[in-house]
């Protein structure tokens, strides 16, 4: 870990001698996810972050991790096999004291992809009990197929998701071309449109495709037509609320669990 630890510090300290800031700064777009939390937001991180550690499948993982634990620990646990348990472990526990204080701490910062480190070790750990344990194949297949299946976990209207870390947003870019396409038969303006991230931006940046059209933020005031899915986390349940009342619904699609919609003034 050294050569890494050296280098991010290098540039951290490059970085803040050009930029005079580090990780963000207060006019970040980012800067809210940054703020510390008071103690009733400490707890309700923690539970945060235990939901992330049962996500997409990883309740699965657990439970037959610790049945192997419960059942086969003490074949496991010999003195041979604990020089090859015990450092893989040591690293998970370390993993943890280094992740997990921050996700705890702030405001928002406990996305999936901040415990990749962490969720691959416990993936080898996992693994390495399990070879040691009776049946290992067939408990493998649990948990690979459990963790498969949490591909097709897809929360309800109005709970976020971290969509960049399920397979189930392969969905959406063939639904979002069909429902631009609906767009431009109708010859709607892209400007009249509001949206959210990651809705707003070109074409060109989002698909290479050349098209500098963009659609805006979504403001009910201004907007004379609304692109909404299930994949955007900035449409709270408020928003939906008021769509539902105030919104005509013009355009739908659905394909396995994700959504479009396009609503027009009324």
Same mark, same amino acid.
């Given at each position: ?24 700064? +207060? ?20 539970? $945060? ?10 309740? @699965? ?7 192997? $634990?419960?059942? @086969? ?14 450092? /893989?472990?040591?690293?998970?526990? *370390?993993? /943890?004291? @280094? ?18 480190? +962490?969720?691959?070790?416990?993936? $080898? ?12 194949? /067939?408990?493998? @297949? ?5 963790? =498969? ?9 109005? $709970? ?17 071309? +069909?429902?631009? =396409? ?24 989002? *698909? ?9 933020? *979504? ?23 008021? /769509?539902? +009342? ?21």
């Amino acid at each position: 870990f050294i050569p890494g630890f050296a280098f991010a510090a290098w540039f951290l300290w490059w970085h803040w001698q050009n930029t005079g800031w580090i990780g963000f700064h +207060a006019g970040s777009a980012w800067a809210p996810a940054f703020a510390a939390v008071d103690t009733a937001g400490f707890f309700r991180n923690t539970a $945060i972050v235990g939901w992330r550690w049962l996500d997409f499948g990883r309740i @699965f993982e657990w439970l037959i991790f610790l049945l192997v $634990i419960i059942k @086969f620990s003490k074949k496991i646990l010999t003195e041979e096999n604990k020089k090859a348990i015990i450092p /893989l472990i040591a690293l998970f526990v *370390l993993l /943890l004291l @280094f992740l997990l204080p921050a996700p705890l701490r702030y405001h928002n910062l406990s996305a999936h992809r901040y415990f990749l480190p +962490a969720f691959l070790v416990f993936h $080898i750990v996992v693994f390495q009990w399990i070879t040691k344990a009776r049946r290992p194949t /067939l408990l493998l @297949f649990g948990v690979v197929l459990g963790l =498969a299946t949490g591909n097709l976990w897809i929360y309800p209207r109005g $709970i976020s998701m971290d969509w960049d870390s399920t397979l189930a947003q392969q969905a959406y870019p063939g639904q979002r071309a +069909a429902a631009v =396409a609906y767009l431009d038969r109708h010859q709607v303006d892209f400007q009249t449109v509001g949206s959210a991230f990651p809705n707003l931006n070109t074409g060109e940046n989002l *698909l290479l495709n050349g098209d500098m059209r963009c659609f805006t933020e *979504l403001n009910f005031e201004r907007n004379r037509f609304v692109f909404a899915s299930n994949v955007y986390n900035d449409l709270s349940a408020a928003d939906y609320a008021t /769509l539902a +009342a105030d919104w005509a619904l013009c355009y739908r699609s659905q394909h396995a669990g994700v959504w479009i919609e396009i609503y027009a003034q009324k």
